[in-house]
């Protein structure tokens, strides 16, 4: 009879611990892949600020060959206009690069709050399926106390 209920104990403990394990690498597996999506993110913005970096080198040589022209063209006119109408191309160059820059931020920042939303999430999802199997296990060890009581009482009838 003790034999009986030590071994029905070291079962319940032995699932109970299979299960917490297996919550355990739930959880960590939602962590690295929490860890592996800001990483992806990180390398996108790195991609996207180099590709920034090499396309506004490219404009800037771009722009002082075509001020080099428009410079030879405005010498024969006013030498203001020249100066004026450069600072309006400068104004006009980050105008352009800073929408470009703000709308990959706020795409970022978008996939950021997407992905830590989802990881909150499955953390919840995670904590009610712990505690109903909680719920479940303490139920199922009662069930068979009362079956191993019920057990132990017809034997001593038949004793």
Do not use: W
């Not at 203001?80 to 104004?91: G, L």
Request: aromatic fraction near 4%; charge should be neutral; glycine fraction near 4%.
């Amino acid at each position: 009879m003790q034999k009986m209920m030590n071994m029905g104990s070291k079962e319940s403990s032995g699932r109970l611990s299979m299960e917490q394990n297996k919550d355990e690498e739930i959880s960590r597996l939602a962590i690295s892949e929490f860890r592996d999506r800001e990483e992806e993110i990180e390398k996108k913005k790195t991609e996207v600020r180099e590709k920034v970096e090499h396309r506004m080198g490219q404009a800037e040589e771009e722009t002082r060959r075509l001020t080099q022209i428009r410079e030879g063209i405005e010498e024969l006119a006013d030498p203001t206009r020249k100066e004026a109408a450069t600072v309006r191309k400068k104004i006009d160059m980050a105008n352009r690069e800073l929408k470009s820059l703000g709308q990959s931020c706020q795409k970022k920042e978008r996939e950021y709050k997407d992905a830590l939303e989802a990881f909150n999430e499955k953390n919840r999802e995670k904590a009610q399926l712990v505690t109903t199997l909680m719920e479940l296990l303490t139920e199922s060890e009662n069930l068979r106390m009362k079956k191993l009581e019920e057990f132990r009482k017809n034997i001593e009838y038949l004793q």
